[in-house]
């Protein structure tokens, strides 16, 4: 089982600023096949980013997915108020998927 | 617009059963497969079980292999999840998700999702 490892587990940044979220997977993802997704208090998650660094449908630019092999970052340009939220990566492709834990982003 | 709609979670003994239904609308619902994935109180997301469009190939999580089963109507649009024997780990909010394509395993749309709460 591919383990996804998410950084940190919080994140207090203010609206405004820059946020990096890491995921770090066990093993190489040979297919880039890693998305990310938001959800916040009450809700189902949403599809934010696919295949590291494509963005879903209506999403907006300020988010942006990078990485390769075993090492993946979400980037949140300038965090609007409702960006405050709880972060998933996920490693798909096969029934073999996982999630990371999570990255909460709060206000500081 | 698509638009799942879970039903059918409930509170439950340890040993009972339970069947979720959620229903799809706003695509083609035979073109995607669909999942299922749960969410225990103040935790992370686990995968439970998969369907494909045609509803011909299935699969499962470890944790709830040979006591789960997933199906669909493809004529009533609807997707299930048959529940027995549950655990107290089952403990969750069960949402339905459909693929992005068919068994990528990819989820571009989620349910509001369901409660299920296994408990004495």
């Known amino acids: 089982e591919i383990v996804l490892t998410q950084s940190p587990g919080t994140l207090s940044l203010s609206p405004g600023e820059r946020a990096t979220l890491s995921c770090r997977a066990s093993?190489?993802?040979?297919?880039?096949?890693l998305a990310w997704y938001q959800q916040k208090p009450g809700q189902a998650p949403r599809l934010l980013i696919y295949?590291?660094?494509s963005r879903a449908t209506g999403i907006p630019d300020r988010f942006s997915g990078s990485g390769s092999g075993t090492d993946f970052t979400l980037t949140i340009s300038r965090l609007e108020p409702e960006d405050f939220a709880v972060y998933y990566c996920q490693q798909y492709g096969s029934s073999r998927l996982t999630f990371g834990g999570g990255t909460k982003v709060e206000i500081k | 617009e698509v638009q799942l709609v879970e039903s059918g979670g409930a509170m439950v003994q340890p040993g009972g059963s339970l069947r979720l239904s959620c229903a799809a609308s706003?695509?083609?619902?035979?073109?995607?497969?669909m999942s299922w994935v749960r969410q225990a109180p103040g935790k992370g997301l686990e995968w439970v079980s998969a369907?494909?469009?045609?509803?011909?190939?299935?699969d499962y999580a470890a944790s709830v292999k040979g006591r789960f089963t997933i199906s669909r109507d493809n004529s009533k649009s609807t997707l299930y999840l048959q529940m027995n024997s549950l655990r107290a780990e089952d403990t969750a909010v069960y949402y339905c998700?459909?693929?992005?394509?068919?068994?990528?395993?990819?989820?571009?749309?989620w349910g509001q999702g369901t409660l299920v709460s296994v408990s004495s």
């Open positions: 295949s590291a660094s």
């Open positions: 706003g695509f083609s619902f035979t073109s995607y497969a």
């Open positions: 093993q190489t993802l040979t297919t880039t096949y």
């Open positions: 369907i494909s469009g045609s509803g011909r190939s299935t």
């Open positions: 998700a459909k693929d992005l394509f068919d068994w990528y395993f990819l989820f571009d749309y």
